[in-house]
């Protein structure tokens, strides 16, 4: 009867065991693939060139080079691999739009859609985007194409009050949430589609 | 030795029949609590007024009574018990307001965040909200206090493009995002009383 309270006393521990195994992969597993932040504006002033155009702290400019959350938007915008599908009301920061333009030469498709009021005003980098070789499409609405979301590789949503403007982020109080959460990204790659069809320029009423 | 190959059965069904509960216990409580979900608009016109006024089905208007993304934000919003805590940009749409100041009547602490610039302006609730006795606080800044957020009791948040404007319900195109994580309710709500504390009128500079 010892032996066989020993075998109980194996069977357990070795049950505990393999469930503490199960415990430590599934937290691993949510470590790894779970994105969630959010980003508040405005944002410390920084420099963003090195990691757009030189290595760390090889610009050799006076700004600092902390963290802020223009840099980690920029950082997320960088890390794309396939696809990038923009839809935002108003696009006008400089910074902002070299990092597109410099996704979309490494071979990154870009997708833009803008809104037709806003697009054609005074420092909109629309144009730029389109010289650069970017499809962007648009309503034909005197209502406002109002998003301002991002999806990254058709996983990782940007989403916010956040215009890509130098006004939002340095000046005002915005918010920009990011998210891998598939229930959450899944509804506004869709509503990019819808509206990527909607606004092809073949079906306009003139 | 049938008797030890039995009691080792016996641990093993008894160690997965824990594991099976373990699991369907966790799979019942995020069934329960997990809220996920987005609303895109413009919004479907539809009467809103059963949900405020009179019993469902009651109001004999002519308009639909359908389900719509007005409708389901309306009804998020009457499902507040404690507090709600509003931080938005621009609040002219008569239905939501009337919907924020009932709960107010009904005992909910609201808490209104309004930016400067947009309060001011005709067609604003503010002025509204503040004579029915909600606090309210806002900027003192010409830089635009952007965000369009709404906290209900401190756990469930709605964030997205959408002012609470009639053009933006009916009109424009604009998202909003629902969800109960806390991982992305935390930074709002803290944002939330940052705010709060740092427009406090006493700490006004005239």
Known sequence: STRILKLVGIFILSA???ELMAVLLRYN???RTKLQEVLFFPSRVTCVYP???VESG???CKRSHADS????LIRHLLSTRQSLDLCLFSFTDTELSS????LHQRGVRVRVIADSNYMALNG???GILRKAGIPVRHDQSRAYMHHKFAVIDKTVLLTGSLNWTSQALLENRENLLITNDEALVKPFLDQFEELWEEYDPTKYNF
């Open 16 to 18: 505990l065991g393999l």
């Open 58 to 60: 090889k610009c050799g």
């Open 69 to 72: 959350s223009i840099m980690r």
């Open 124 to 126: 909109s980098k629309i």
């Open 29 to 31: 597993r949510k470590k």
């Open 51 to 53: 990691s757009l155009y």
């Open 99 to 102: 990092t597109v333009v410099l």
